[in-house]
């Protein structure tokens, strides 16, 4: 769509009897609510009262961070819901991002549309429309009075931030897409209202650009946290900038030979087939000056403080995975998205009923829950898969096991559970709920040296009150410690978009494809584990993995940092976007959903392994979005994404 007054200039062509733009505008009306290409302003009238004065003027710089996604629901998240970690009781009501996951996106009407903001998706093209006319206008030197220089760089640079993260969010699901950098006069031709996508190498190189110079202009860090918090940074710019060239150097968009003949239809060919190192290389460069920033903003890995009442190093450890993600505004946060973010429902869906007293109480919707997969997925205490595990057996997880005494601050001590809750790594138990599992939290009772609640959650135990994860799991990583089950009463916190860790990882990463393994590479995988109370990268494989020398190769150590990624950001949103780039998809969304039998109460029923449904990801057809077919219709110039 081009705008919402498109009628107004098309009935002044309409009188020169275009009989193919009369058709055009037929279609165009029935379609115009969507917004596909809002590149021309539609409130013209009212954008000298907006700029009229400081006060207005910031109003709508708040707009433009209106069209933040809601990334606590899992609802219209895909990074949650779309890919293999979390699935959902059958049926249920306007799920649109799991929906993609069960392999329904379409091109009629595209789940968690991302172009139009229907079906659970942001309006990103309306969002970067109203950051066009902020920058037009407060850029504009006879406009706003009473706004300082140093106020005016610093919005100028926010708006900028934020239409890089819109394109950004467009890019990693559509590929090539339409630049938007500046509106279009209501007066302007219809050709140029009818833009077309861009090359993958141009979108990027226009998002890092426009990055660097809002980085430039952006505070280091927020001084006035009673009301900025979550407003952006030059940490929050440059990781941004971080991520996007890992992307774009990641196999989806670098050498990937699935859409070397997918062109505009001017003959301009979308994606470069030709593989180029120098990628993985900018991308190295971009993480590494991003944590430098981050080190001179004070930025750091969380270590949960000490407490009153003594704790023991494992729980100690546990809190700092959790509340990494969790605690609000802690020391590792980058960025935190607060408008349109509540993580209120999503903490209800993450708590267990390991209270009594709260035993009655709904909230959230906990159907909600981590697959089995994912419970597979986190290492051996040893920090190794449980497949190369040369010192550990899990061939059959569903043996069940008594916990000893010395198990206690990870399981409920004597109680029975499965193979698989045994052993495993601190995560395991920081980030997973489950049946057998304790919970230290605020309010924990401290009876006993343990400190800790428990939830026992088979049909018939206290912990079993519907609604209830289908799978078994629960995600306790992303519950606040405070949550108190008697009065319902959570502790609310900015949605963690980007955190150090991350940026670590991702370093990680770039570096080990453009250079290959090495003692950087090591060090900022190594810094993530430590946190996670595991040893190193080295130590862990060399002594107990079945392939010791995994991490000495570069394929060996480009595995250990995926699963490391999907381990450390699991139920933050990211796994999804990293399958898809990195190409593993088609592997990783082609097979069974599974968990536990939760309408069980004999545990060796309750610990059977169930198929929920079977996932079938098209290649290549999924690894892109598809564009909906009315706004090819409307504008002709666009291309539909390969096989939809």
Known sequence: MYYNRFNESGARKMLLGMIFIFMLLILFSTSCKKSYLDVVPDNVPTTDHAFASKIEAEKYLFTCYSYLPNQTTPLANPGLTAGDELWIAYPQINVPAWEIARGNQNSVNPLVNYMEGSSGGSANFKAIRDCN?????????DKVHDLDPDTRARWIAEAQFLKAFYHFMMFRAYGPIPVIDKNLP??????????????VDSVVNYISNLLDVA????PLTITNQVTELG????????????????????????GNSDYHSFKNKDGEALFNPSYSLAKWQRAATACK???????????????????????????????????ATSEPWNSELIWGLTHNNNTQNIQGSAAGRFDPAGANNVIGSGQIGPTLKIAKMFYTKNGVPVNEDKTLDFSNITTLRTATRAERFNLIESYQTARLNFDREPRY???????GGVWYMANSPSLNDENTWNLKSRRGQPGAVSPNPIT?????????????????????????????ADLYLLYAEALNEAQGPGAEVYNYVNQVRARAGLQSVQTSWTNFSNSPSKFSTQEGMRSIIQQERSIELCFEGQRYWDLLRWKTAATELNGNITGWDITQSNPSLYYREITFFSQQFVIPRDYLWPIADQSLLVNPNLMQNPNW
Do not use: H
């Open 472 to 500: 078994g799991y629960y995600m306790k990583k992303l519950l606040n410690w405070r949550f108190v089950w008697s009065s319902v009463n959570f502790q609310n916190y900015a949605w963690p978009e980007i955190r150090l």
């Open 429 to 435: 138990y920081a980030d997973l709920g489950f049946d």
């Open 133 to 141: 006319v902020f920058l037009e206008n407060i850029s504009d030197l």
């Open 215 to 218: 980085a430039a202009n952006l």
């Open 231 to 254: 407003r952006v940074t030059s940490p929050a710019a440059l990781s941004l900038k971080s991520r996007l060239l890992v992307t774009a150097a990641s196999p989806l968009f670098n």
């Open 289 to 323: 000056a991003a944590i430098d920033l981050c080190a001179k903003a004070n930025i750091k890995l969380y270590v949960f403080p000490a407490q009153a009442n003594r704790l023991s190093d494992t729980t100690m450890t546990q809190m700092s995975v959790r509340n």
């Open 186 to 199: 209501i007066s302007a031709p219809l050709e140029q209202m009818q833009v077309k996508r861009q090359s």
